[in-house]
């Protein structure tokens, strides 16, 4: 059983930062390619970024680039996405995923909301 649980959302103004974390387990993070994505009111999920089992490649959606980054902790336990420069498009649920191959995310987390608002 894979568990993801996110963490760090919140309400944060235009301009501002978050860092969005997804506690799971080492083997989860060694074996599984990890990703995030988001979901806004009334629109489809979308892909945000994602990291490989080796944590050497990554890659972020064109909406966020320059502005997001994903990584994860050296004990391979804690996927993070550090997020700058927030838009109002931002906002939307934030999920973490793990999946064995590219382009499938088979698990998913729960979950966590991000607010951009003034």
């Known amino acids: 059983q894979v568990q993801l649980v996110e963490s760090g959302g919140g309400l944060v103004q235009p301009g501002g930062s978050l860092t969005l974390s997804c506690t799971t387990s080492?083997?989860?993070?060694?074996?599984?390619?990890m990703g995030w994505f988001r979901q806004a009111p009334g629109k489809e999920r979308e892909f945000v970024a994602s990291i490989s089992q080796s944590g050497i490649i990554s890659s972020v959606a064109n909406s966020v680039k320059g502005r997001f980054t994903i990584s994860r902790d050296s004990a391979k336990t804690t996927v993070y996405l550090r997020m700058n420069s927030l838009k109002f498009e931002d906002t939307g649920v934030y999920y973490c995923a793990a999946g064995h191959a590219p382009p499938d995310f088979d698990f998913w987390g729960q979950g966590t909301q991000v607010t951009v608002s003034s």
């Open positions: 080492e083997r989860t993070v060694a074996k599984y390619r």
